[in-house]
């Protein structure tokens, strides 16, 4: 079992999409987003909510 499964995705994302992710959590997002069509829309989902809280 993966340590980043444990239901903070969300965590990780925000780390990842701040820039302070560490590299596992980085290659963790890749393979995670890469691995579903679902996690890329997840992904892409959070991270429009992420660009447009920073823009607000």
Known sequence: ???FSNGSIDIILI???????TNEETIFVREWRSSSDS??????KLQKLWVNRIVL
């Open 1 to 3: 079992m993966n340590a």
């Open 15 to 21: 780390d990842y999409y701040s820039g302070k992710s």
């Open 39 to 44: 996690n890329n829309q997840y992904y892409q």
